[in-house]
Every structure is written in structure tokens, then in C-alpha cells.
């Protein structure tokens, strides 16, 4: 397999390349449509009143501006996704070289309340999120918050393939993420879905035909003018009359064309990311599935995408002033396009939604991928369904530099439930995040920072993190009491892995030792599986009373008074506490 880091170097090499030879391309096309552009007008006023001579002059100069128009905008996307791709792979090098502040955070989706996503850093600043997150679509990044936050454990062999399938095709997710980086980011697929499933048609049926019969008419003008069988004038009033039914529509015209310009990048691109999964052949069945989804109906989504797309673009030319004005007057243009988008909404639009899944699937999944694909030593978790609740050898949180990271080897079957003792900062929490985010992990398909790792597929809950609320008028007891409730009720209906670090820290030490002892009894008599890390020595003594407990600690030692760690988990309880020892050091005491 190819190093990460060189695929990446060696991508954004050709793509700069191309960049170059593009950006030369777009200013002689530049250059050509002003050229053309200008000499149709000296070429009408030079000739003016010749017709036969200004109306063959005026339609192959329109013709020429159109066509340099359209080559220029194909130019311009290929340059902007050339460019596109030069962010993602620079990105990558970034990313790979521990650099990843650049990418969004996901704090929008922190939630003090859930399962696990607070106490684990998955949202935020320096998060697990900020670290996975490849979308370029705001429905494929609300897709993957949602993967990361789920907390399910079905189908988890089928998630691994897909999964694993993708990260073998970095150009294709690349070619994909290019592409849909270029849809506007302020229209979500929901306005767009909204805007479609309440639209209020206005165009008149009859409009089925007029401009058909009204394009005609003019063709036929221009050809009477052409051999001087009608006067100048003629033609100048049917100019007017086709402007004057324009205007009787133009405050909805205009409406129609807001809307359609908030969809219109989000439909022109959507329409080619369909075409990248219709067109690509997959073999696990999640992919198979998802692509089959779109393939539901007589033509392909990518083509039905396509067609209003083209009709969105059309209506948009309206803004130029030389083409909106004769088009308007002779073709009824800005009423043509308008009911052809009507009709496409009328037939259409109860299946938009769902094929804008499929894409925010294939974003989310790619951000995946990607993980894959970036850290080949990372090991896919195997399924064992049987009293094994995790086996792992050295399993390692992933956004700690391998170079700093010390690793553990970490074993628990069901029901049994792990005491952790340490000195402060010897890595208790650090190894508490390590567990908890290996299952989240696991339970996505994702492979986990560990040389092995086998376990038997479970649900998650912790309470690691939680804080008064002034704006509640909770104290941080009462919060502390609450998130143990919340825990306590849902071990009634399903099972989870328990992650507790330093329970009951909001009353006095007699007290909290009391109620650490019983609710731990509580879960293992649940039978319950999991691990509490505290610094209350007193409740290692219930392992004498409960076969299910083990205690497990994390050293801590002096030498040359100075503090020195291993972040080793070792079995036992822990003897040496340094509190005495930092407050002396930092010359607090």
C-alpha cells in the first residue's frame, strides 16, 4: 500500500500543474468573448439599417458570445475543482503532519446530555470529530455527527466493508469531495427540500406551447425583415409585446429565480456526485444498496438532476442584460424556463429528498474512508459474540503523536467491572477516553489505534464530565445525582459499557465513599460491565466481596525529585499519590 503522505505530496504536485495550464486557458477565453462581444457591436452599428447583412451578423455573434460564454463557465469549474483538489490534499499533509486546527469543529453539535459525545471530546476544539470530519456538504456533515453520536451496534461487519471498500479509491472520494465542495454551503438540503415540496406554480398551462409558437413568429419576422417584405418596425413591436407578457409574471418570475439560485450550485453539482455513484461499481452491500437507491427509477437520477440543472442555468442568463432583453422580447425566455422548472418540481419532487440522502451517505462515508486510508497500521475490530467483552493489544487513543503515546494492553469480559487507581496525571482519564472511543470506534466500523482488538459489540454510557448550572439552579451534586440516575435507568433496558471517572465528587469524602461503594455494587449486581477510575482507595475493598471486580492502577514514582510516569496499566491498587508532592514542587505550600 502506498504511503499516505507521498499519495498526497504527489497529488497536489499534479494538480498545481494543471492549475497553472487552466488559469492561461481562462484568460485567452476571457479575452476571446470580449473580442467577439465588441465586434458585434461595432458590427450592428457599422451596418445599421442594413438588415440583411446586421440580422445574419447579430445571430452568429449571438451564437459565438453563447458558445465562449459556456466554454468559459466549464473552464472556470474545472479550475475552481482543480483548486479544490489542491486544499484536499494539502489538507491531508497538513492533517498527517498533527496539524488539523484548520478544520471545523463540530461544535454545534455538543450535547452536555448525551450518552457518551461530551465526556469524550467527540465535538469541539481539537476533538475526534474535528480530526475525522472530510464533508463538503452541510447534510454530510449533520450525517456524520449523527454516525459518531448513534450509539448502535447492528450491522457492524457490513459498515466495516463499505468502509473499507472506499478507502481503497482515494482518487474517487477526492474526485468526489472536489466536486461537491463547490455547492454553496448556505443552502442546506432541507431548504432546498422545503422549497420544493411547497412551492406555488404560477405559470399558466397554456405557456405548455405559446413560446414554442411565439419563438416561431419571431424566426419568422426576422426572415420576412431578411427579404424586406416587412418593415423594421414590425419586428420592434413584436419585441415589445413579448416584453410586455414578460413583465405581467416578472414579480413571481423573479421569486421563482431567488429560490432557484439558492439550489441551482447545489443541483448543478449534485447532479455529477449522482453520476460518480451511479457510475461506480461497488461490491459490499451497504454501497450496493445506497446506489440502488437511486437507480430506482426509469432514468437515472444523475440525468434527472441534470435536465433541471441545465433548465436553472438557463433561466440564470437572464442576468446578462445584452441576452435577458432580446431573449424576453423575442422568446419569451425568463417564462419558457420558469414552467419547464414547474413541471420538473411537479414530477420530482417527492423523491429530491431522498436521493440528497444518498449523497450526505457517500459524504459522511467518505470522512470514513479517509480515516482508513491515513492510518493503515490501525487495527479493524473482530467480532466475538461470546462472554469476551474486549481483548485489545496495544490500544492507543489515535489523536496522541505515536511518538508520545504509550499503549496498553487492555482485556474485560461481560460483567465484569474494573477499578483504576492513580496519582494525578498518571493517565487515568487519558485511558477512560482510549476505551470509551475504541467502542464508539468499533461500532461505526472504524478501525482502532490497537495492534489487536477483538470484542463483542456493546452500547456505550459515561459520566466523566459534569458541572453545575446556574441557568438551571443545579448544583453540582444534583447534576452529578442526575447523570447517575440517567445511567441507572437505562441499564433497565439495554446493555452498556460503563465509563465512571470520580463519581459522587460533590459531597465530602466520608459520604462519597459510602455512596461510590453502593452504586458500584448496584452495577455489578446489574451485571454490568465497565471501569470507574477515583482516587478513593477505600472503594478498591469491594473487590474482596465481588469476584467480578478488579482493581487496576496507574504508577506514579519520584526519582531525582522529579515525577515520572510509565502510563502503564498495571493490576493492583495504587500506593503512590503525589498531590502533597506538586503543591511542595509548584511552591503553592
Request: aromatic letters at 14%; proline letters at 2%; glycine letters at 4%.
Amino acid at each position: 500500500m502506498q504511503n499516505p503522505l507521498d499519495f498526497y505530496i504527489s497529488r497536489k504536485k499534479e494538480f498545481e500543474l494543471k492549475a497553472i495550464e487552466l488559469k492561461k486557458k481562462l484568460t485567452v477565453s476571457g479575452f476571446l468573448r470580449l473580442s467577439v462581444f465588441l465586434l458585434t457591436v461595432y458590427g450592428i452599428y457599422l451596418f445599421f439599417g442594413n438588415y440583411s447583412v446586421v440580422i445574419p451578423f447579430l445571430i452568429i455573434g449571438l451564437g459565438l458570445f453563447i458558445f465562449l460564454i459556456l466554454r468559459h463557465q466549464k473552464l472556470d469549474y474545472e479550475h475552481i475543482r482543480i483548486k479544490n483538489l489542491i486544499d484536499i490534499n494539502q489538507r491531508e499533509i497538513e492533517v498527517l503532519n498533527g496539524n488539523y486546527s484548520n478544520l471545523k469543529t463540530g461544535n454545534e453539535f455538543i450535547d452536555h446530555d448525551h450518552f457518551y459525545s461530551y465526556d469524550l471530546d467527540l465535538f469541539g476544539e481539537g476533538s475526534f470529530f474535528q480530526y475525522l470530519n472530510r464533508t463538503a456538504t452541510l447534510s454530510g456533515k449533520n450525517r456524520l455527527a449523527n454516525k459518531l453520536s448513534k450509539n448502535t451496534i447492528d450491522a457492524i461487519q457490513e459498515k466495516q466493508n463499505s468502509t473499507k471498500e472506499l478507502a481503497k479509491t482515494p482518487e474517487w472520494r477526492q474526485n468526489f469531495s472536489a466536486t461537491a465542495k463547490m455547492i454553496k454551503v448556505d443552502t442546506d438540503s432541507k431548504t432546498i427540500v422545503n422549497w420544493l415540496t411547497n412551492y406555488s406554480f404560477f405559470v399558466p398551462k397554456i405557456f405548455a406551447n405559446l413560446p414554442k409558437v411565439f419563438a416561431i413568429i419571431t424566426w419568422g419576422l426576422f426572415a420576412l425583415l431578411f427579404f424586406k417584405i416587412i418593415p423594421f418596425s414590425l419586428l420592434v413591436l413584436w419585441f415589445f409585446i413579448g416584453l410586455a407578457i414578460t413583465m405581467i409574471y416578472v414579480k413571481k418570475i423573479n421569486g421563482l429565480y431567488q429560490n432557484s439560485s439558492l439550489a441551482k450550485s447545489s443541483f448543478k453539482q449534485y447532479h455529477k456526485l449522482l453520476d460518480m455513484i451511479e457510475n461506480k461499481r461497488f461490491e459490499s452491500d451497504l454501497l450496493q444498496k445506497k446506489q440502488g437507491d437511486i437507480r430506482s427509477e426509469n432514468i437515472k437520477a444523475s440525468l434527472i438532476f441534470k435536465d433541471f440543472s441545465k433548465t436553472l442555468d438557463a433561466l440564470d442568463q437572464r442576468n446578462n442584460m445584452f441576452f435577458g432583453i432580446i431573449g424576453n422580447g423575442l422568446f419569451l425566455w425568463d417564462l419558457t424556463k420558469s414552467y419547464q422548472i414547474e413541471q420538473w418540481i411537479k414530477t420530482y419532487h417527492h423523491k429530491v429528498e431522498d436521493w440528497f440522502q444518498v449523497i450526505a451517505f457517500f459524504d459522511a462515508q467518505n470522512s470514513l474512508a479517509n480515516y482508513v486510508f491515513n492510518h493503515p497500521g490501525h487495527f479493524f475490530p473482530k467480532i466475538n459474540n461470546t462472554g469476551l467483552v474486549i481483548e485489545s493489544k496495544n490500544l492507543g487513543h489515535p489523536l496522541i503523536d505515536k511518538k508520545q503515546r504509550i499503549d496498553n494492553d487492555f482485556n474485560i469480559n461481560s460483567k465484569d467491572f474494573y477499578i483504576i487507581t492513580g496519582a494525578n496525571m498518571a493517565g487515568k482519564s487519558t485511558f477512560l477516553r482510549t476505551v470509551s472511543l475504541s467502542i464508539v470506534m468499533a461500532n461505526m466500523g472504524l478501525p482502532v489505534c490497537a495492534d489487536e482488538f477483538i470484542y463483542s459489540p456493546i452500547k456505550l454510557i459515561t459520566s466523566m464530565r459534569t458541572s453545575d448550572s446556574l441557568s438551571k439552579d443545579e448544583s453540582y451534586f444534583f447534576s452529578e445525582l442526575k447523570r447517575l440516575k440517567f445511567i441507572v435507568d437505562e441499564l433497565k433496558s439495554d446493555n452498556y459499557f460503563i465509563v465512571l471517572d470520580e463519581i459522587l465528587k460533590g459531597t465530602n469524602s466520608t459520604d462519597k465513599a459510602i455512596g461510590s461503594k453502593k452504586f458500584v455494587e448496584k452495577l455489578v449486581n446489574s451485571g454490568s460491565t465497565g471501569i470507574i477510575a477515583t482516587h478513593d482507595l477505600s472503594l478498591c475493598e469491594v473487590e474482596k466481596d465481588y469476584p467480578q471486580i478488579h482493581n487496576k492502577y496507574f504508577d506514579a514514582e519520584i526519582i531525582n525529585n522529579e515525577l515520572s510516569f510509565d502510563y502503564k496499566l498495571k493490576k493492583g491498587i495504587c500506593k503512590n499519590m503525589n498531590a502533597s508532592f506538586l503543591l511542595q514542587k509548584m511552591e503553592i505550600v
